[in-house]
């Protein structure tokens, strides 16, 4: 099996367990010759690819993954679609000229907690976004403020930044109190899933992802004004997010990707 993605795989060592053979490449590999090469019983389209790429990939029946709005046009070529959640799937239905399409469902990893964030004062607000992060600065909110994303100088004294680099949800994330998520285009639910695993209520916006997973009161809040939606959030159960989450298992996932 190949994966073409820009991100790490977690359900690579999953499929090896189970004696799949799994290469994993980024967009910028030689995509021709690898093909030629390795001879995947399945190639899966997991990112964006130049014009002359996708010219290689559709000699080759593929898997597209499609995980938000912004999804290239020459999936609509691929001999099956992937999809993370039912709503995904309902939307696209409802386009022409899609083909098959199967839930591909996210699930949780079991990461270790850390003590990155450890002495910091309760409750953690985590916003997780490039854009609009003055405005979560300047947010009243109790106890201490985080920023995945963009980095505002003049408010470093009051936020804690890091930077959107690959594995830093897993440094941030088990800390947290709540997670402020205002991405609307988002298709898939795997931050959310992550984040209830670990006990965090997540406020966000109308989405596909969230009206998937977001059940308001329950694991978080759904609400335009982000800033009333995240201190609603630190009256919900720790145990109620964890459990909505114990639903999103690897095994449920291998399931959907091996067998449909």
Known sequence: MLFITNTALPIRHHLENLGHEVLEVDENADIKNIIAAFLPDEIHVMTKLSFRKRGHIRKHPFIAHISSKDFPRFYKKAAK???????????????????????????????????????????????????????????????????????????????????????????????????????????????????ASFGVAIATVFSIASKSFIINGLNGFISEDLFLAALKCLNIDEKDCKKQASRYSVENSLDQLLFK
């Open 81 to 195: 679609i992937f999809v993370p959640n039912q709503e995904a799937k309902k939307l696209l239905e409802n386009m022409r000229g899609f083909p098959k399409i199967e839930i591909f469902s996210p699930f949780f990893e079991k990461w270790d907690e850390n003590e990155t964030l450890s002495g910091l004062e309760k409750p953690i607000f985590l916003y997780y976004e490039d854009e609009n992060v003055e405005r979560f600065c300047q947010m009243p909110l109790p106890g201490t403020k985080v920023v995945i994303g963009k980095k505002i100088a003049k408010y470093q004294d009051q936020v804690h930044f890091y930077p959107k680099i690959e594995g830093i949800e897993k440094i941030v994330l088990p800390r947290v109190d709540v997670l402020i998520y205002p991405h609307n285009q988002q298709f898939s639910h795997k931050i959310f899933i992550q984040a």
